[in-house]
């Protein structure tokens, strides 16, 4: 009993430690907050959007949507997913160069004129060229929001002190995944509860941004509020992006830690993809496999908001236990366990419920839940690896490349997401596997089952090549302290 009791109070300590770290917040400046209110804006708006963006581009012309064919809605994501990649990669560099406050206002500029375009247009049904309009107004919104990612972690590190830096990082992400929340049960709610077209998403979306525009104008300022000193490549002039970005990556692609980073990126890339099936696959898969059966519409909202509530929950009680642990292990194991997540979609509906409705349902939630848990487990310590490796100076550049997996599996599942639905996820499938006629291998299962194989394959070949991944790092030089004496 004495045992168990103290064990318990070391948890509870462990856990109160965690929520008292967050009083170093207070030593941040006043930018910082007001950075994490526009953070809370763009990721409701995002999420709103992002995870009924191929229900709208596959929707019917006369409910709102564009009309587009599985493949060709692949089609488009596929250009979006190439046009954020490369953005990424001059985004860091540029943020770096002109600074957070014109970055965001940049960033947000394209994205409330690209969505409320959009949302105008698929109001407008009789407008000519309406289809070939929206497609690009979304397009054109990439580069926004590839802005506004490196945007948010430079931001953190700027307004920040040395010991408010991982609190403030922490918080960043509670409250990332607390507009996910909120973005998942908008959507719910003016698509399932006031059955209204998804165009009226884009159009909250596009109010949301206007809002960041107005914040970041009136109350951010790098000047007074940084807290962490520039470099003079980050003090340089506008008027000489061009040279400094150009110098800039070519010496970064020469450096042995960036070559790392780019490295474990590619090996990540199936397991990254994973999250990318949220808003690619599962609304199409899941409304063939669920909302058709059962002659109306499901909350997919509800499942899209069980993940980034898990992580706004899990993550308080997970990190006080999750420090103890060797930084590039626990993202292995994170990795692992987000790409089994995967695997429990190619288990049979039967096992989950009585009838199919409810199997792919239940499915669904239990999938969610171990992709949870692996999040909370491996994505803080990419962005913790990036941080350890990165060059002071040039944390702008490595943090862009640090997010880089998401939009580089994103160019290669989007372009494939069409083939795949209509391979595996066609619309008549729902009957098939009620009728019982539906082969393994033409099953949404056999879908889930090789995405799965692939993620897994990620963190597997990671681990077998980790001393040369940590090599630099923080806790490879500890592990090397402690492992042998040194040497001449």
Do not use: H
Not at 378 to 389: G, N, R, V
């Amino acid at each position: 009993m004495t045992e168990i009791t103290t064990t318990d109070q070391s948890g509870l300590e462990k856990i109160k430690n965690y929520i008292r770290d967050f009083k170093v917040l207070g030593q941040n400046s006043k930018s910082f907050w007001v950075l994490q209110g526009i953070n809370i804006l763009d990721c409701i708006a995002y999420y709103a959007m992002v995870t009924t963006v191929t229900l709208f581009l596959t929707g019917q012309i006369s409910d709102g949507g564009v009309g587009l064919s599985d493949i060709a809605s692949g089609d488009v994501m596929f250009w979006w997913g190439i046009i954020i990649s490369a953005s990424l990669f001059m985004t860091g560099f540029i943020t770096d160069t002109i600074g957070i406050k014109r970055s965001i206002v940049i960033g947000s500029t394209i994205q409330w004129v690209t969505r409320g375009g959009i949302a105008f247009c698929a109001l407008s049904p009789e407008l000519p060229n309406r289809e070939i309009i929206i497609i690009t107004f979304f397009l054109l919104s990439a580069p926004g929001m590839a802005m506004m990612q490196t945007s948010f972690q430079v931001g953190n590190k700027l307004f920040s002190t040395n010991k408010s830096r991982a609190a403030s990082f922490n918080a960043w992400y509670l409250l990332m995944n607390l507009g996910f929340v909120i973005g998942a049960l908008l959507a719910d709610q003016i698509r399932v509860d006031m059955m209204l077209p998804i165009s009226y998403i884009f159009a909250a979306s596009a109010i949301a941004c206007v809002t960041s525009v107005v914040i970041s104008l009136m109350a951010i300022n790098q000047k007074t509020d940084t807290l962490t000193n520039l470099s003079d490549e980050q003090a340089t002039q506008s008027d000489e992006l061009p040279k400094s970005v150009f110098k800039r990556f070519t010496n970064l692609i020469v450096q042995p830690a960036f070559q790392r980073l780019l490295a474990l990126m590619a090996v990540l890339t199936g397991v990254r993809a994973v999250f990318l099936y949220g808003f690619l696959l599962m609304p199409l898969y899941w409304k063939r496999v669920m909302e058709i059966p059962n002659g109306g519409p499901v909350e997919q909202g509800f499942l899209q908001m069980i993940n980034p509530l898990f992580i706004f929950v899990g993550l308080t009680l997970f990190i006080p236990i999750a420090n103890k642990f060797n930084m590039f292990k626990m993202l292995i194991a994170g990795a692992i366990v987000s790409s089994l997540s995967v695997l429990v979609l190619a288990l049979p509906w039967e096992w989950f419920g009585g009838n199919m409705v409810d199997g792919y349902f239940n499915m669904a939630i239990v999938m969610m839940l171990l992709l949870s848990l692996g999040e909370i487990t491996w994505s803080p310590k990419l962005y913790e690896y990036t941080a350890a490796i990165a060059p002071k100076g040039q944390e702008g550049a490595y943090m862009g490349m640090s997010i880089l997996p998401y939009f580089v599996a994103k160019v290669v599942v989007t372009k494939l997401s069409g083939v795949m639905l209509v391979t595996w996820v066609a619309e008549d499938v729902s009957v098939r596997i009620a009728d019982g006629t539906l082969p393994f291998w033409e099953s949404p299962e056999a879908m889930w089952l090789v995405l799965g194989v692939w993620a897994l394959s990620g963190p597997v070949i990671a681990w077998f090549f980790r001393g040369w991944f940590t090599k630099g790092t923080t806790a490879a030089q500890q592990q090397a302290d402690s492992a042998q004496p040194a040497t001449a």
